[in-house]
């Protein structure tokens, strides 16, 4: 009978120092996250190099924009270089896994790199997380620039503990570049260490409220992809950004619904709705606005969320310097986001 009890003794003294140790590392954890700043790459100055990538889709008939990019770069004193493999062709992408890794990873390993400027999105980026090293990038951090389907990195690039730029790609260049002036304007003045602070025009769908963190997000089909694996962002305590393109609503609203069951937005401070372009009508409409969608499947949150943030899919597509803090105030006429030093 002793020895039974001092065996239970000691199995419930086991168990409350490995809850004990469990809880610590979690406290540990948290604290971590909410309190450590993410790196932020060098900003460009003249004479610094730009690397022109495709991790993603293919680029065909593509030339002229990439030309018009190279020709930017070096209007604004940078040299740029472009992927080996940025013209491949294999089906869907821009050449193989391995050649559109390669391009990827050479220039996050060559010091001589300042910035990554990825060419185009579509879809390819996840099937190459796996294969990417980041030893030499951690010694020579990087700007990482792209949106879309580039999303799939800005979450990678978060997670090993670095800042990223959301912004405009090589192929949102137009033949009359004044068409997408405001996205080149901001894209530069990020790039060259000068954020611009943004006021969004109003909505009455606007969520009242002021909030501060860091700046995450991207394409929403992405960071649903996301979901369970280890490029899946830490949204607590932060603000995120979500744009969408050609989607239905309903679709729209699973992905929501599937990441907040997730948890994903539980603890965040703050959402900033960018543009959601080319919604596609199902045969049975879902009888309200995007905006009202969004609304819904978020009423059980308090924290603010602002609409009209001109970043996305469309040809006025702010820059975004994601990791970075903001603060986040909305009303129903106007939104401000501020970023801070």
Known sequence: MILRHSILLLFFAINLALSTAFYAQNETDNSFE????????PYLKAGDTVAIVAPSGILKNREREVQ?????LKKWGLHAVVGNHVFSKDEHFAGTDEERCEDLQKAMDDPKISAIWC??????????????DYTEFKKKPKWIIGYSDITALHNQVHNEGFQSLHALMCVSLTKDLSEVQNSIDTFKSALFGNPENYTLEGS???????????????????LHTMLGSKESINTSGKILFIEEIGEYKYHIDRMLQSMKRAGYFDNLKGLIVGDMSKLRKNTTLWGTSV????LDALKDYDFPIAFNMPAGHEKDNRALVLGRTVDLNVRKNKSF?????
């Open 291 to 294: 905006e009202q969608l969004v």
């Open 119 to 132: 060419a185009r999105g579509g879809y390819g980026t996840v099937r190459i997380l796996d294969k990417i």
């Open 337 to 341: 986001v501020e970023f801070k030093n």
């Open 34 to 41: 909410m309190t450590s700043k993410l790196i932020q790459p």
């Open 68 to 72: 018009q990019a190279v020709d930017l």
């Open 204 to 222: 009455k769908y606007n969520r009242e409220g002021d909030a501060s963190g860091e700046l995450v997000g991207g394409n929403l089909t992405m």
